[in-house]
């Protein structure tokens, strides 16, 4: 949908690639980009290939041409089109569609970076990219967590500390919320992957699986740390808090919806959860965090990629000495004052050993995640007033798509293209 510009969606490479696919995708980022505030359109793209199938080399040339075949017929731009990764797609495949843009369209360009998202680094690359999608999971359910009318609802005491989840796949976003949500005090007690299923409820440490996995060819078969479960889907249905699936389409079915036990789910992937899955869940007093909403941290860290590319500046760069200087003043303020209120001249305000390192250490990186869990809680308090105003009760879904399409209407009214 292009009310608003640039528009913005990843490019795919699978077999299951088709025109009604990309069509139902590029709808969905639409919904997704104004649930979470961010000023894009909706877009989709993708190629019908097995990239596993072709080397290197030859997966280059393809993804150079379709970037060139986009650019002959100015369905791409900074200013039109925004490309990010998707399903086998990456910071490689994207530097190489940054560099055949920057070759022939634009060549003349200075903005011709922002042209893509989820570049390698050196390419204008975002800090703090990779594991933004799991950030802003973590953020939403920390939100929502908090809720203590949503949680009583539901039979889960409020607050994060001690809730148990399972995650199904343990790719990037997998991963990463993971390890995200072991730190604000859950505990993983189960992974589904492709191959297999581990469960352990006594817990499974994120990093210590992502190490075993990295060393044993991206599998997690064998893994000490839990009993192994076949078919890998069984994971899902056991005891837990959270369900969080994070890897591919339709994965809850209203064949398997019933045997769901956890209380929360978080939706990583999109549309995990079919619709038949999601009436089943509503009557079973299930939350389930959608996707459009949920997993809108990747398009919102992709939106301050674009920034930085237009504005050609790391964010932070113009601002970490001063800021650490009005810190320092600020503390020496405060020593003054209370040297003079107290009348005490041995007085001293120290910063503390926290702060101190921010300062010191304060990165790209830290001004991104922070600025995208604060526009992911923000997000999240629109869905559930939306809820609240429409008496939508555990149906944030519904609610999410409201608050989407209520800001897409308003777009087309004050643009004078309301349909009558």
């Known amino acids: 949908c292009s009310h608003r510009t640039p528009m913005k969606g990843g490019v795919r490479y699978s077999l299951d690639v088709d025109a009604d696919e990309v069509e139902a995708l590029a709808a969905l980022m639409t919904y997704k980009n104004a649930c979470a505030n961010v000023p894009f359109g909706g877009s989709k793209g993708g190629i019908r290939i097995d990239p596993t199938c072709y080397s290197k080399t030859e997966l280059q040339t393809i993804t150079r041409r379709f970037l060139i075949e986009l650019t002959k017929h100015n369905y791409v731009g900074p200013a039109i089109d925004c490309i990010g990764p998707d399903m086998n797609t990456g910071p490689r495949e994207m530097g190489w569609m940054a560099d055949a843009y920057l070759k022939t369209l634009g060549f003349q360009n200075v903005d011709s970076a922002a042209v893509v998202s989820g570049k390698p680094l050196h390419l204008g690359g975002l800090r703090g990219r990779l594991s933004a999608t799991g950030r802003g999971m973590y953020a939403a359910a920390e939100f929502f967590l908090e809720d203590e009318e949503l949680m009583k609802k539901i039979g889960l005491t409020p607050g994060l500390k001690g809730k148990t989840f399972i995650v199904q796949g343990f790719g990037n976003v997998g991963y990463h919320v993971s390890r995200y949500l072991v730190r604000g005090g859950a505990k993983c007690v189960g992974v589904s992957e492709k191959d297999v299923g581990i469960y352990n409820p006594d817990g499974i440490e994120p990093e210590k699986l992502e190490e075993y996995r990295e060393s044993n060819k991206r599998s997690v078969k064998g893994f000490p740390g839990g009993k192994e479960v076949e078919p890998s889907i069984n994971v899902l249905f056991e005891q837990c808090d959270i369900l969080i699936p994070s890897a591919t389409e339709k994965i809850i079915t209203a064949d398997n919806a019933k045997a769901v036990k956890a209380k929360m789910i978080i939706e990583g992937a999109n549309g995990p959860t079919t619709p038949g899955a999601d009436k089943i869940l509503l009557e079973n007093n299930v939350l389930v965090l959608p996707d459009i909403y949920v997993n809108a941290g990747g398009v919102t860290a992709s939106y301050y990629e674009w920034l930085k590319n237009i504005n050609h500046v790391s964010f932070g760069k113009l601002s970490f000495g001063n ?4 810190a320092e003043l600020l503390l020496q303020s405060v020593e003054e004052s209370m040297k003079k209120e107290l009348n005490k001249d041995d007085i001293k305000v120290i910063m503390t050993k926290k702060l101190s390192n921010r300062m010191q250490e304060n990165s790209e990186k830290d001004i ?52 009558t």
């Open 323 to 326: 800021e650490k200087e009005i």
């Open 368 to 419: 991104v995640l922070s600025s995208l869990a604060h526009n992911i809680r923000k997000s999240g308090k629109e869905v559930l007033q939306m809820a609240k105003d429409h008496d939508l009760g555990l149906n944030l879904r519904l609610a999410a798509y409201c608050n989407a399409t209520s800001k897409i209407f308003e777009t087309y009214e004050n643009a004078g293209l309301a349909i």
